[in-house]
């Protein structure tokens, strides 16, 4: 096997349901529709997402004499079940598990050629992992703003392995588009967060509301929350290509009883210390015990 071959291998060995390998280079069109995104206000106020706008486009900054990316999909599908959280907050927090996958990629990799300088990533630092999934052919952006793999749906999580080896290439392009005529998730949308670009707008949208929005939620928001209360699946729920996608079988994306579903009562019960103690593994932490007690007043 060569590099390539192995590096697919290898990835599907630590846990990934799909791997691309690609040439770090600067993603410029994809640099220019987040410039306009930004500029047109629909990032709300998380200003992280203006900081380090270079080093989103270009992976060599990130990391020194960067020449592969190695990107990286794996499946949390699994029943929807009685909810108010998000598929993805129903296991242990996954930024931790994908880095260490990504690890363990990395160390199998060592065995076949030598990296001096590499980085690990998942959703947590300035690469644009959405673009760099549909750039290496993993999938297509849908008008919900999500990567859409035609096997895997789009419950899915990217991972990104960039390192200072040459490994050959994906013979990969782009995946068509196949939303085709579809328009479900814009209609779905309780408060008109997807636009008929597909530009998403966080200012109307109730996963940003209730994970990053530090404020009160406005009212013309809040009254459409539902039971949600910390993200929303509903544009991703009705959305054909994961009514056909495979189930997860893999334990670490598998849900957990305890992080299925919240109430208030037993945040308002709980102190910090608590509820710290008993969500330390959690992605509930990005909002804490006082952000999600806030979605709940509507």
């Known amino acids: 096997m060569n590099l390539n071959?192995?590096?697919h291998k290898f990835a599907l060995e630590v846990g990934f349901d799909r791997c691309?390998?690609?040439?770090?280079?600067r993603l410029d069109q994809q640099a220019a529709r987040?410039?306009?995104w930004l500029e047109m206000g629909y990032a709300a106020d998380m200003d992280f997402l203006k900081r380090n706008c270079e080093k989103r486009y270009d992976p060599s900054l990130l990391v020194d004499n960067a020449k592969t990316i190695i990107v990286c999909l794996v499946s949390y599908n699994s029943p929807g079940g009685d909810s108010n959280v998000a598929r993805y907050a129903r296991f242990p927090d996954y930024h931790y598990t994908v880095r260490d996958m990504l690890m363990q990629l990395k160390t199998k990799l060592q065995q076949h050629?030598?990296?001096?300088s590499s980085r690990a990533f998942c959703d947590s630092a300035p690469v644009m992992?959405?673009?760099w999934a549909a750039a290496v052919g993993l999938g297509w952006i849908g008008r919900n703003g999500m990567l859409i793999n035609q096997q895997l749906g789009s419950f899915t999580i990217i991972g990104s392995l960039i390192i200072d080896a040459q490994i050959?290439?994906?013979?990969s392009v782009c995946c068509p588009?196949?939303?085709?005529n579809c328009g479900r998730c814009i209609a779905a949308c309780p408060t008109g967060a997807i636009q008929p670009d597909r530009t998403i707008d966080a200012n109307r949208c109730l996963a940003y509301h209730t994970i990053e929005n530090r404020g009160e939620i406005p009212q013309e928001i809040a009254?459409?929350?539902?039971v949600s209360c910390f993200g929303c699946d509903i544009c991703q729920e009705v959305c054909p290509w994961n009514s056909k996608a495979k189930m997860t079988n893999n334990p670490d994306f598998l849900p957990h009883e305890h992080l299925c579903n919240i109430t208030p009562e037993e945040l308002s019960a709980q102190t910090d210390s608590e509820f710290k103690a008993k969500y330390r593994d959690s992605s509930f932490l990005r909002s804490g015990r006082v952000g999600l007690l806030k979605n709940f007043r509507k």
């Open 34 to 36: 987040l410039q306009s």
């Open 20 to 25: 691309a390998v690609a040439e770090c280079r």
């Open 113 to 116: 050629v030598e990296i001096n």
């Open 177 to 180: 588009d196949r939303c085709g």
């Open 129 to 131: 992992e959405r673009s």
């Open 168 to 171: 050959e290439p994906d013979d």
């Open 223 to 226: 009254a459409n929350l539902g």
């Open 5 to 7: 071959e192995l590096t």
